[in-house]
């Protein structure tokens, strides 16, 4: 079962400029792993060395961040789910 | 509810007048109107996000309104920052601010501060307002906006823009989460490109902008609901909003002082390390090397739509983009055939990047220092600077 994942503006040079791709997975882990493989350029501005998300980027499912999941990456993405990814930006100038 | 002391603010018949569309809502009345009054607004940065917010808050009949801008009114701002018209080009953008809220509302007092905010300002500064509203435009100084306003116990008003996307929310507001409970750490120098290298729709900080001046209405009023523990998403070419919950995080660390920003941020460490890794070259040096008919090539690795603009006589286009996935490093491997390489972008930024993957990928080069806005300044005036 494929799961859309919202790619914010600064990460899509990596995914080949698409706003949104659809990855396969059962887990938000595995379909975050899946779209990590498939966009390997993705990995190292979402995850550090030892596979940590870094802490300038939050992924959500649905309306809640993962970190604040009872099961985190193991939670099992329904038909519906939605992922985002939302990086830190700065600009206002 | 903020704490606003509205005993001794009296409305005058003219101000009764020109407020008569918000003394009509029950929801605001005369008692709201006199909170706005009352109200003390300070905004840091009079830039895309500020322009729009001050004209409002201004209008609305907020009271005292302090502004936090250390640059000039330029030329390329005009296309976003409203607050400026072009006969301020070049002068002090807190002033140009001041001059545009006291012709829309005389009544306000408007109070300017011409200078950077610092970690030995901050607090002093921040004590004086009710509301902070952040309109700046890169990490350190939001880390230090927010971890001031947490420690003189202040909501901070947050938006923040980047192309055609937007984030907005409220920090540090009735025991709500604050930026760093969203995100602990900034990322990397350079990760990100400022609005300056990635460009933004002038139209985008309109709406990021109002959606705070509304923020800071609600929060004086005490009315509503706010975006506290709400982070609220903007796509301009989508025309959605999304929101996403935002919660205190427990593993946050306590803000206990203002710190060296520059130095979380690790902008000293990596404007070192990009020095000692990434040899320059200045417009002087180069401006010699084409003079003596030195063996060189030039690579320009900024977008398309900016070679257009203007460029080096004698550069190739190679965009960043095509260099990170691997078929520019080809490009410029060809290109060189035993050459010497210099690269450039607009700043020196996206250039210093493309000569890391290059290095790594055997090729050495120098970056020219201050890219081709330090070219069009020295050699050519025809370039515009953008």
Redo the contacts between chains.
Sequence with gaps: MATKILIPAPLRPYTDNLEAVEIEGSSVGEVMRNLVTRYSELKRHLYTEDGKLRNFVNVYLNDEDVRNLAQGDDTPVGEEAVISIVPAIAGGW | MLNLDTSQVTLSREEMERFSRHLILPEVGLEGQKRLKAGKVLCI?T????SPLLLYLAAAGVGRIGIVDFDVVDVS?LQR?VIHGTSWVGKPKVESAKNRILEINPYCQVDVYNTALKADNALELFANYDVIV??????PT?YLVNDACVLTGKPNVY???????G?ATVFNYEGGPNYRD??????PPG??????E?G?LGIL?GIIGLIQATETVKILLGIGTTLSGR?L?YDAL?MSF??????K?PDTPPITRLIDYEQFCGIPQARAEEQAEIPEITVDELKAWMDAGKDFVLVDVRNPNEWELGRIPGAHLIPL?QI??GDGVEQVRRLLNGSELVVHCKSGVRSAKALKILKAAGIEGKNLRGGILAWAEAYDPSIPKY
């Design positions: 940065g830039g895309g996000l500020g701002n920052q952040d309109g700046t435009d890169n990490f939001r938006g923040s823009i980047f192309r055609f996307e984030q969203l995100y602990p750490e900034p990322p990760l990100v490109p400022s609005c300056a990635g933004v900080p982070l998403l989508k999304r929101e996403l919950k935002l919660r995080n983009p990170e996935n």
